[in-house]
């Protein structure tokens, strides 16, 4: 037996079920256990309010096939130890912690179980996802292979840039405009809709076949604007005399973690390398510096990024695994 008086917390599961409520939980529970990790593992505020809102309206999924792929397991006092989900209807899956402390072999185990079962999604052909397993994660590593998933090829970086430290006074400074046919705007004036046709040509799918259709994106964007960590004063975005968006950034501020995040950026083909989105990111690190943030995040490790003062901090490695097509046993 263990020390006197020692026990272990159960955790149990409850189904995500969406409402204002709910939602907010989840946000705190991401805000709370940023800082308890020595490397981020778990999502940040940004992408639990931007996969609701964008991605969701994007992939044209209701609030229940969404809340469907949203698994909680929590401890003895309520509170969310640990949660299992899906994220934008392609068979993405993540596993997020309240702490290192309560990842366990058991608990992963029924997180596994969970997302079989209730995760799948059409993907390279057949069901399946690809779980996100932080590098250095023996522990969820040893389950994927015995479970005879199969380690991908790719993975999906974190990098950071300090906001603090050397020429960290510098950081509060505005910069001029870099082009003179822009102007910058913020919140109201980022009009979903031009929005919506900025992304649609940056990410490359606009005109193309099967794209996701504007109004679609039009709609998500609206949406993001009600979602509970929005800012319009980190909604920003570059336009030109005649009002077409030429670059766009969304910010994010977690203030209890003084961390903030940026999602998406992007820049129109006709108007890159003019360094329109060297200027939306200094322009929101400086915002974010007099919040309180003392590090921005990005989910990317392109070269721009790097050259622009960001590192690589972390990886999570995709595990493929693939459920075999159910047959009728006729020949």
Not at 140 to 150: F, H, K, P, S, V
Not at 211 to 217: F, G, I, K, R, T
Not at 299 to 317: C, K, N, T
Request: aromatic fraction near 12%.
């Amino acid at each position: 037996m263990g020390a006197a008086g020692a026990y272990t917390l159960k955790h149990h599961f409850t189904p995500y079920r969406h409402g204002d409520a709910a939602f907010r939980e989840v946000e705190s529970f991401l805000s709370e256990s940023a800082g308890r990790f020595a490397v981020p593992r778990n999502w940040f505020i940004d992408r639990w309010n931007f996969t609701f809102s964008v991605s969701r309206l994007m992939h044209r999924a209701s609030v229940s096939e969404w809340e469907s792929c949203i698994g909680l397991w929590r401890d003895d006092a309520g509170r969310i130890a640990a949660m299992s989900h899906e994220e934008e209807q392609n068979g993405d899956v993540f596993f997020q912690f309240a702490d290192p402390e309560t990842e366990t072999e058991e608990l992963l185990e029924e997180m596994f179980d969970f997302a079989e079962a209730a995760c799948l999604k059409p993907r390279s052909g057949g069901l399946g996802f690809g779980l996100r397993i932080p590098r250095g994660d023996g522990a969820a590593a040893r389950i994927a292979g015995n479970r005879g998933y199969l380690r991908g090829d790719w993975s999906e970086p974190l990098s950071s840039r300090s906001l603090k430290g050397a020429g960290g006074a510098d950081i509060l400074k505005a910069r001029p405009l870099p082009d003179g046919d822009c102007r910058l705007v913020e919140g109201a004036a980022v009009d979903p809709e031009r929005k919506a046709l900025a992304h649609a040509k940056a990410f490359g799918y606009y005109g193309t076949d099967g794209a996701v259709p504007l109004e679609a994106v039009t709609e998500g964007f609206a949406a993001l604007r009600e979602t509970p960590s929005y800012r319009e004063d980190l909604d920003l975005a570059l336009e030109d005399s005649r009002g077409n968006i030429l670059c766009f950034a969304g910010f994010w501020l977690d203030r209890p973690s003084r961390l903030g995040i940026f999602e998406p950026l992007g820049t129109v083909p006709e108007r890159r390398r003019r360094g329109l989105a060297g200027y939306l990111i200094d322009e929101g690190a400086r915002r974010l510096a007099a919040c309180g943030a003392e590090t921005l995040y990005v989910g990317s490790d392109q070269a721009f990024y790097l050259a622009s003062g960001f590192s690589v901090i972390a990886r999570q490695d995709v595990w493929e695994y693939r459920k075999e097509a159910a047959t009728n046993g006729e020949s």
